[in-house]
Nanobody, 124 residues
């Protein structure tokens, strides 16, 4: 199983980025893919998740109305669309897969596999 996160970069406040998480090695018929982020000096936090069982779930109130998650099953890829970015969104963003029960969770330990992370930097 491999997860490849990409799409990070430097963007000005108010801008947008779309992160991608390309998955391989498991069936994309049943899955849960979560996005987490970790800012410098802070603990990792759950942001959003999407699953084949129960759709999308928000975990970070601060991103509601600005971030959305979607999947393209034909490409085995999950996207995190981030709009109206703020400097406090600066972090390394990780995608993770839960392929045992296919349910989203805000707890990182429930996920089976992790991508390598992609850095998002939002300048003020």
């Amino acid at each position: 199983v491999q997860l490849q996160a990409s799409g990070g970069g430097l963007v000005q406040a108010g801008g947008s980025l779309r992160l991608s998480c390309a998955a391989s090695g498991f069936s994309f018929d049943d899955y849960a893919i979560g996005w987490f982020r970790q800012a410098p000096g802070r603990e990792r936090e759950a942001v959003l998740c999407i699953s084949s069982s129960d759709g999308s779930t928000y975990y970070a109130d601060s991103v509601k109305g600005r971030f959305t998650i979607s999947s393209d099953n034909a490409k085995n890829t999950v996207y995190l669309q981030m709009n109206s970015l703020k400097p406090e969104d600066t972090a390394v963003y990780y995608c993770a897969a839960e392929i045992t029960y296919y349910y989203c969770s805000g707890y990182g330990w429930k996920y089976d596999y992790w991508g390598q992370g992609t850095l998002v930097t939002v300048s003020s």
